[in-house]
């Protein structure tokens, strides 16, 4: 399967990764307030890139299926 890369050169695993440890620092709450404001601004540049790649991706999955006229992409 093919390691998806988003526009900042990682791929969504990594993304989610560095999101998770984000979040991980900001919980622990031993962060200054700088280093807390940066990653989260961080943070949110990795939703928005994590956001639009996944959209991409379900959007070629899109058509990809009515090309192929098998699986169907379900909303939730």
Known sequence: ??????SQGINVEEGF???EQIIKNMEGG???LEAA???YQKGI?????????L???EKRL????KMTGELEVQDE
Do not use: G, P, V, W
């Open 55 to 57: 959209t991409d991706m």
């Open 17 to 19: 990764r560095q999101l």
């Open 1 to 6: 399967m093919e390691n998806r890369e988003d």
């Open 37 to 39: 404001f940066a990653d």
């Open 62 to 65: 899109e058509i990809f299926n």
């Open 45 to 53: 540049a990795l939703i928005q890139n994590l956001d639009k790649t």
């Open 30 to 32: 031993s962060q200054s």
